[in-house]
């Protein structure tokens, strides 16, 4: 046992926590102490969400000792990894699991936010969803508050549920000075030097908006409030049809002239 030698408080290392913390694609997760996996308590309610939950918690916590077929011990491993992830989830919001990810996100451990701006901010992991199978790990940035999906497709399985919605902001609660200082700078777009004037740019945005919203009201039989407008487009539309065709006409008109003489 002493070579799977770890930092929890416990004398008491478990291989299969070990062997899962080291495997490829489970650097997101931190080792859970011995003692909180034994205490009943902190597993309130598990019992009913994971498949096998007994023969689960026996493999994570290394008391396992029935011999079974290959396909039930595939079974009750996916359920150990079930079972771990939704611990680790509560697990990571106490004072030991916060300390133990804040050295993971001051290691850069969760990559580096991609946006340039934010001159690569230590990102953190986080759900979507604190209900498992709705959303995979995404990573959040401080910076610029906003979140990426991870570049490994191995840390992309991830079920976001096995790190939840508050963790990374009870982390900053807990560590005031990892905050980091919010950034206000924009990419502004420029065309030899000059800022391009975003005028125009809104004004597009503002049509566009204004005729998805006159549609849904048509499509509900609704009054949009711009049938003057739409008719006066209409009518100028009109106009520059009839012109055009009148144009037509006297082209038409000038070359069987022309062919007549000849």
């Avoid at 011999?67 to 079972?83: F, P, S, W």
């Avoid at 401080?142 to 009870?170: L, M, Q, V, W």
């Avoid at 998805?212 to 006066?232: A, I």
Wanted: charged fraction near 30%.
């Amino acid at each position: 046992m002493d070579d799977f030698a770890s930092d929890t408080d416990s004398d008491y290392t478990s291989y299969w926590r070990d062997w899962f913390i080291s495997s490829r694609g489970n650097e997101y997760f931190c080792e859970i102490d011995e003692d909180y996996l034994t205490d009943r308590f902190n597993l309130t309610g598990l019992n009913t969400e994971v498949q096998y939950y007994q023969y689960a918690l026996d493999l994570v916590t290394d008391v396992f000792d029935m011999e079974v077929d290959d396909d039930m011990r595939e079974q009750i491993e996916k359920a150990a990894r079930h079972l771990y992830g939704l611990v680790h989830a509560r697990y990571i919001v106490t004072t030991r699991g916060l300390a133990k990810m804040m050295e993971k996100y001051k290691q850069g451990v969760f990559g580096k936010c991609p946006r340039v701006i934010c001159e690569s901010q230590h990102l953190l992991p986080m759900g979507q969803h604190d209900i498992p199978s709705h959303s995979q790990v995404k990573l959040y940035c401080a910076k610029c508050e906003d979140i990426y999906n991870p570049k490994s497709s191995r840390h992309n399985s991830i079920d976001g549920a096995y790190f939840g919605t508050s963790f990374h902001n009870i982390l900053f609660q807990v560590y005031p000075a990892l905050m980091p200082q919010k950034t206000q700078r924009r990419y502004e777009p420029r065309i030899y030097g000059f800022r391009v004037h975003a005028s125009a740019a809104l004004m597009r945005w503002q049509e566009e908006r204004r005729e998805e919203m006159k549609m849904r009201l048509r499509g509900r039989g609704m009054e949009t409030g711009f049938e003057e407008e739409d008719e006066e487009g209409e009518e100028e539309v009109s106009e520059e049809v009839e012109v055009e065709g009148e144009e037509d006409g006297i082209d038409d008109m000038f070359e069987g002239q022309m062919q007549a003489v000849q």
